[in-house]
C-alpha cells in the first residue's frame, strides 16, 4: 500500500510501516512537516497516497470528504509511554 505518514509518526513509524511492506513516503521527507493541513492533504492526495495520521483535524469529513482522496488511517492510540506508542499502533 502507498502511504503517507504525518510528521507525528517520525522515522520510527516510516520503519514500521516499511518493515510491513508498504511503501512510504513521509511529510518530513517532502517538506511538509509544517505545512498546513490542506497543502498536506493535496500533495498526499495528488501522489495516490493513504495519509497515516495522528491529527483528529483529519477526521473532519467535512473539510476532507471521503469520496475525494485514496484513503484516510486517523489513529487513536491508548496513553503511552514513549516508544511503546508505535508498538501499540502496528
Known amino acids: ?7 507525528n509518526l517520525g522515522t520510527r513509524g516510516s520503519d514500521l510501516f516499511k518493515a510491513a511492506g508498504h ?3 513521509t511529510a518530513l521527507a517532502q517538506g ?6 490542506e497543502e498536506l ?4 492526495t495528488a501522489d495516490g497516497r493513504v495519509l497515516v495520521t495522528l ?3 483529519f477526521a473532519d469529513t467535512l473539510r476532507f470528504p471521503p ?5 484516510m488511517a486517523v489513529l487513536r492510540v491508548p496513553e503511552h509511554r514513549g516508544s511503546s506508542l508505535l508498538l501499540q499502533i502496528m
Not at 67 to 71: F, R, Y
Request: charged share 30%; with cysteine.
Open 1 to 7: 500500500m502507498k502511504l503517507k505518514l504525518d510528521q
Open 23 to 25: 511503501d512510504v513516503c
Open 32 to 37: 511538509l512537516d509544517t505545512a498546513p493541513d
Open 41 to 44: 492533504w493535496q500533495r498526499t
Open 55 to 57: 491529527d483528529l483535524d
Open 67 to 71: 469520496s475525494n482522496h485514496p484513503g
